[in-house]
């Protein structure tokens, strides 16, 4: 098998596993294309066990309790093992995951599951922590190359080096896609005038735009990546994210939630037109829509990232909030009570107040806080802040 090096080398874990055929429940999480059903195929061959295959795409919950029965009456009759590969098991909603527990946790079934996406966002805790979790890699250019000359043996076909490495490197880490490249490639170099061998001319003919994988794992750790490119102050990183974020079809309104929110966790005092200008954005995303609001989102991402930064107005809120979590709620101070209504005064409400804008700076020293948190401090401004 090509790739997967770290889990299928002479001292690997998974590979030790297989041959010893002592192989516990897995699931196999990576990308499309790096060899998760190839992987599924080569234990089938190497295990004593019942290997039966389901697909949690069309599977039903009756399927599922069909193959444990049936694992069971195996187990019962001449003690076989039973090993379940059950493909996008992310697929699976939680009843049917339910459905595997038990049968997993007695041992009356191996489970192989194989997911493109995060299992800690799309597999229910109890059988992914009964589970060992083998991550799988994209594929390296020279291993994808590989690939290649071994579909070109099997095809009894020829390419160059330049057209080997021209799909390797534009296969995006997937087996898959430089295999389905390839074959095109072939059929290119075989309708040619004359036929011959694949040339560059007809790699780059069969190379399509490469569509870019964004599922919830990759929308989450590229939101990450932009966030924190914008916090460092990176114009070109943050130009780069939301690029990928666009071109993968990314919500705009939720890019823009996000700009407008880093606007004041990151930017705030230091330079509070950042604020203005996220909102901007957000306003242009639904008044003109993509793809004409990509400029004002990309103008909102580089006055931000090259924006000062300061996060004291989001640690002053947090420190508030938790102590009023933490604290005694102290009552309103008389002096601030309302005392707009009739009756007020005879409570006692606003007595002592203090109006700031009777005096000449429009400013008056008196306590605006209950007892409780007089003399805790919350704003806690730094150089950069404006009017510290």
Same mark, same amino acid.
């Given at each position: 098998?090509?790739?997967?090096?770290?889990?299928?080398?002479?001292?690997?874990?998974?590979?030790?596993?297989?041959?010893?055929?002592?192989?516990?429940?897995?699931?196999?999480?990576?990308?499309?294309?790096?060899?998760?059903?190839?992987?599924?195929?080569?234990?089938?061959?190497?295990?004593?066990?019942?290997?039966?295959?389901?697909?949690?795409?069309? #599977?039903?919950?009756?399927?599922?309790?069909?193959?444990?029965?049936?694992?069971?009456?195996?187990?019962?009759?001449?003690?076989?093992?039973?090993?379940?590969?059950?493909?996008?098991?992310?697929?699976?909603?939680?009843?049917?995951?339910?459905?595997?527990?038990?049968?997993?946790?007695?041992?009356?079934?191996?489970?192989?599951?194989?997911?493109?996406?995060?299992?800690?966002?799309?597999?229910?805790?109890?059988?992914?922590?009964?589970?060992?979790?083998?991550?799988?890699?994209?594929?390296?250019?020279?291993?994808?190359?590989?690939?290649?000359?071994?579909?070109?043996?099997?095809?009894?076909?020829?390419?160059?080096?330049?057209?080997?490495?021209?799909?390797?490197?534009?296969?995006?880490?997937?087996?898959?896609?430089?295999?389905?490249?390839?074959?095109?490639?072939?059929?290119?170099?075989?309708?040619?005038?004359?036929?011959?061998?694949?040339?560059?001319?007809?790699?780059?003919?069969?190379?399509?735009?490469?569509?870019?994988?964004?599922?919830?794992?990759?929308?989450?750790?590229?939101?990450?990546?932009?966030?924190?490119?914008?916090?460092?102050?990176?114009?070109?990183?943050?130009?780069?994210?939301?690029?990928?974020?666009?071109?993968?079809?990314?919500?705009?309104?939720?890019?823009?939630?996000?700009?407008?929110?880093?606007?004041?966790?990151?930017?705030?005092?230091?330079?509070?037109?950042?604020?203005?200008?996220?909102?901007?954005?957000?306003?242009?995303?639904?008044?003109?829509?993509?793809?004409?609001?990509?400029?004002?989102?990309?103008?909102?991402?580089?006055?931000?990232?090259?924006?000062?930064?300061?996060?004291?107005?989001?640690?002053?809120?947090?420190?508030?909030?938790?102590?009023?979590?933490?604290?005694?709620?102290?009552?309103?101070?008389?002096?601030?009570?309302?005392?707009?209504?009739?009756?007020?005064?005879?409570?006692?409400?606003? #007595?002592?107040?203090?109006?700031?804008?009777?005096?000449?700076?429009?400013?008056?020293?008196?306590?605006?806080?209950?007892?409780?948190?007089?003399?805790?401090?919350?704003?806690?401004?730094?150089?950069?802040?404006?009017?510290?």
């Amino acid at each position: 098998m090509v790739g997967q090096a770290h889990l299928l080398g002479p001292d690997g874990p998974l590979r030790r596993l297989i041959k010893a055929d002592r192989l516990t429940s897995v699931l196999l999480w990576g990308p499309p294309g790096t060899g998760k059903t190839t992987l599924a195929e080569l234990i089938a061959n190497e295990t004593t066990a019942a290997f039966v295959k389901l697909s949690a795409v069309n #599977a039903t919950v009756k399927d599922v309790r069909e193959t444990i029965q049936a694992a069971k009456d195996r187990l019962g009759t001449d003690g076989r093992r039973t090993i379940l590969f059950l493909d996008e098991v992310h697929r699976f909603n939680k009843a049917q995951q339910d459905a595997l527990l038990p049968a997993v946790e007695t041992g009356v079934l191996t489970l192989i599951g194989a997911t493109t996406e995060n299992p800690f966002f799309e597999v229910n805790a109890p059988l992914r922590s009964r589970s060992t979790l083998f991550r799988l890699e994209l594929l390296e250019p020279t291993e994808l190359a590989e690939l290649c000359r071994r579909g070109l043996q099997m095809e009894r076909a020829e390419a160059s080096d330049e057209a080997i490495a021209h799909l390797s490197n534009n296969a995006a880490g997937d087996g898959r896609q430089v295999l389905t490249t390839l074959e095109v490639a072939i059929a290119l170099a075989a309708t040619a005038d004359p036929p011959g061998p694949i040339t560059l001319q007809h790699a780059e003919a069969a190379t399509d735009l490469k569509s870019l994988r964004y599922g919830r794992d990759e929308h989450y750790d590229i939101v990450s990546a932009f966030i924190k490119s914008i916090r460092g102050s990176d114009p070109d990183a943050g130009l780069y994210w939301l690029a990928r974020m666009i071109v993968a079809g990314e919500d705009a309104r939720f890019i823009a939630r996000r700009l407008v929110i880093l606007a004041s966790e990151d930017i705030g005092m230091a330079d509070p037109m950042s604020l203005l200008i996220a909102n901007a954005a957000a306003h242009a995303v639904e008044f003109v829509g993509l793809p004409e609001a990509r400029i004002n989102l990309a103008h909102a991402v580089v006055h931000m990232a090259t924006a000062p930064k300061s996060n004291s107005a989001y640690q002053g809120i947090n420190r508030a909030i938790q102590d009023v979590a933490d604290l005694p709620a102290g009552e309103v101070p008389m002096h601030l009570r309302d005392a707009h209504y009739q009756g007020a005064s005879q409570l006692g409400h606003g #007595a002592g107040y203090d109006y700031p804008h009777n005096h000449p700076d429009g400013y008056v020293e008196q306590e605006y806080r209950p007892d409780e948190v007089a003399k805790r401090r919350y704003y806690e401004p730094t150089s950069r802040d404006v009017h510290r």
